[in-house]
């Protein structure tokens, strides 16, 4: 190759693009030392710099491919942005930050587990939160995700997620700072703050919105509206919809879009909820100053939602798209210059194959979010509970890229959402299924249609045109729980809170941060009182987001109640985890085939802790598994189970029905 075929072909490639970035370092640096050493004092603009230099191409680099030759003046503003953060950071923080530069794997640790409920449905308002994480340290906790709590607009507001204002709490639940005293309080007991961060979306009414609609020129582009249905229908051809009985397709006519012509706003949720344009550099730079100014109140993990949507591309599902992630590593590494203790957790329901890549997984690694929900374990957990068998999970599972050393799972039983069955037709066909048959199966199944089904879930945004649907439900309800007090039936009962715990016990084992549920630990069953709002009503969402009933929690003590079993499991699962070093993050979970297809048996090795394998059998019969496969020929000792130590005969280890257990390298 001749030397200029080379020159020619260098331009816009990566060398080309890390040249462009070494160039703007070069000439920002000796500005930026001093503008830091103005901000920060002497040792900590050194860091400042430190970091900025090693972050240059996860800033630079994502800035060009996103927004071409403005990269080198946005730099300067980005790392101005970050400057101007980290000179707020109140020295508490900083402290932790320190802390977390020298401990980079903080929330991969053993003892990371988290818990997750709504500020006013837990505890009514912020500043009695203190009053409550004596509940939450008997649980082990020492993560917690706090539902959205940012001041969403008036009316319906989807839970939160139709946010009209960052940088102030819902006045129903407090003010910034109740926020502030809550995060230090959280933080003296050694807990993390996790809240949510809206970032594809803002309510209507918040003022870039209104600004963006009165044609204010400093919001010109913020959000994208179309005259007439010509791009909207090409775009709704192949996007699928979120919500479509209430709010089907991806626009909403607003009649003062488009210069008062009207105008099809981008709403992927629902109408109230506008997309913003992040092919607009102004607004990503807008979104980092309220993501660092509310990293400086004391959040310490944040939850990126909806992140899939947040770049569209014609004839695609505008899902997954690569300028998508592009946009989380510039937003990550930004971030983390100014609160380099802080993490994003991606929210990213999407099929296995397009999941890793949240965490950094890409052709080589990128720097993404550190943490991500493990939807896929999820979505499998209820998949075998409903057949019995673990083949369908062992084949999903084993066919998942590995995950970036430095990332881990969140790992999760129930959440506030909807199930999706995101289980592909590939994975489905590899053990015999059909696709489109199982998921219409798991849907009739936890909702109680399908005969002899425990569960008492119900269907969540069925769209008739597909076929498609998905499930809401508390996790108690669709184990049988809710149905077996119903019918006042002991037995089911057992079976029951056996199902719940034996999620929980995957769920706290497997790999990655676990996290609980709100009530799941008191097995709450589906609350019916959201039909009484006429703002919640039309959303079944909400029969899965109970209100914390602390007349079930004073039962927590007394093992003869349903609520002493469930509390005394699950506490007792964060209890032996803590023990555990091979549970932290790091390294992943081989699948194991141990000759039974009803139980799942994985193992996970840890370089410096050592072996753990946990099996659960998903089937209501015992089940025989060959201890060899298990143990993989070492010492092993079982170090919890459902039922006491397992019987061993002849090789083969018999795991009770719905039973499980977890051995570890003494
Ligand atoms: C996320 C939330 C969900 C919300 C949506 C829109 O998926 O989990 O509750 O409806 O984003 O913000
Ligand atoms: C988000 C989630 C999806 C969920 C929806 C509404 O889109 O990715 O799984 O169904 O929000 O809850």
Request: aromatic letters at 10%; proline letters at 6%.
């Amino acid at each position: 190759m001749s030397g200029d075929t080379l020159g020619a072909g260098a331009t816009g490639s990566a060398a080309a693009r890390r040249d462009a970035a070494v160039r703007a370092w070069t000439a920002l640096r000796p500005r930026l030392a001093d503008d830091a050493v103005a901000a920060l004092g002497e040792a900590d603009a050194d860091a400042f710099v430190t970091r900025a230099e090693l972050a240059l191409f996860d800033v630079h680099v994502p800035l060009g491919l996103l927004y071409g030759d403005r990269a080198d003046a946005l730099f300067e503003r980005a790392l101005g942005t970050a400057l101007a953060a980290a000179a707020e950071r109140p020295a508490a923080l900083r402290r932790l930050d320190r802390r977390r530069e020298i401990d980079p794997g903080w929330f991969q640790r053993a003892r990371v587990q988290g818990y997750v409920c709504y500020v006013d449905r837990f505890c009514g308002t912020l500043d009695r939160l203190p009053e409550h994480l004596d509940h939450l340290e008997e649980l082990g906790t020492t993560y917690l995700h706090l539902m959205p709590l940012l001041r969403p607009r008036e009316g319906e507001n989807d839970g939160g997620y139709a946010v009209a204002d960052y940088r102030a709490v819902d006045p129903r639940l407090g003010t910034m700072a109740d926020l502030e005293t809550a995060a230090a309080a959280l933080h003296a007991w050694d807990m993390s703050l996790c809240i949510d961060l809206v970032l594809n979306h803002t309510a209507r009414e918040h003022p870039w919105a209104q600004g963006w609609l009165a044609g204010d020129p400093a919001y010109a582009g913020f959000y994208s509206a179309f005259p007439d249905r010509t791009l909207p229908d090409a775009y709704d051809a192949t996007i699928p919809e979120v919500f479509p009985d209430r709010a089907p397709g991806s626009f909403s006519w607003v009649p003062e879009a488009c210069g008062g012509a009207g105008g099809w706003v981008w709403t992927t949720f629902w109408p109230y909820q506008w997309d913003l344009d992040y092919t607009n550099p102004e607004v990503t730079l807008a979104m980092l100053g309220e993501i660092t100014w509310l990293a400086n109140r004391g959040v310490d993990v944040f939850r990126m939602d909806a992140v899939p949507f947040m770049w569209k591309r014609m004839g695609t599902s505008c899902q997954n798209q690569p300028e998508g992630h592009t946009l989380l590593q510039l937003l990550h590494a930004l971030t983390r210059l100014a609160a380099p203790g802080v993490v994003f957790k991606a929210e990213a329901i999407v099929a296995p194959d397009d999941l890793v890549a949240y965490l950094g997984a890409h052709e080589r690694f990128r720097p993404e979010c550190e943490l991500a929900y493990h939807n896929s374990l999820m979505v499998l957990l209820w998949s075998s509970l409903a057949t019995g068998d673990v083949r369908l999970a062992r084949q999903a599972l084993r066919r998942m890229r590995p995950i970036p050393p430095s990332t881990t799972w969140v790992t999760y039983v129930r959440g506030h959402d909807d199930i999706g069955w995101a289980i592909t037709d590939a994975d489905a066909g590899a053990v015999g299924l059909d696709g489109f048959a199982h998921r219409r199966f798991l849907n009739d199944f936890y909702s109680g249609r399908f005969p002899g089904s425990f569960a008492r879930g119900a269907l969540f945004q069925e769209n008739e045109a597909t076929g498609d649907a998905r499930i809401s439900g508390s996790a108690a309800s669709l184990c049988g729980i809710e149905d077996a007090l119903e019918r006042d039936d002991p037995a089911a009962l057992d079976v029951g809170v056996r199902r719940l715990l034996l999620l929980y016990s995957v769920a706290y084992a497997f790999g990655g941060i676990p996290l609980l549920y709100t009530g799941d630990e008191l097995a709450l069953r589906n609350d019916t009182g959201y039909l009484d709002d006429p703002e919640r009503a039309p959303d079944n969402r909400w029969m899965h987001r109970p209100p914390m009933d602390w007349a079930a929690a004073a039962r927590r003590t007394d093992p003869a109640t349903l609520e002493g079993r469930v509390f005394a499991g699950v506490r007792r699962l964060g209890e032996v985890r803590r023990s555990l070093l091979a549970l932290r993050g790091g390294t992943e979970p081989e699948v194991l085939d141990a000759g039974s297809d009803a139980v799942l048996v994985w193992r996970r090795r840890h370089p410096r802790s050592g072996t753990f394998v946990g099996v659960a059998n998903v089937s209501p019969h015992p089940q025989q598994v060959d201890a060899d496969t298990v143990t993989g020929f070492g010492t092993f000792a079982q170090v919890h189970g459902s039922d006491g130590p397992l019987g061993v005969r002849g090789g083969r280890l018999t795991v009770p029905g719905l039973g499980w257990a977890w051995f570890a390298e003494p």
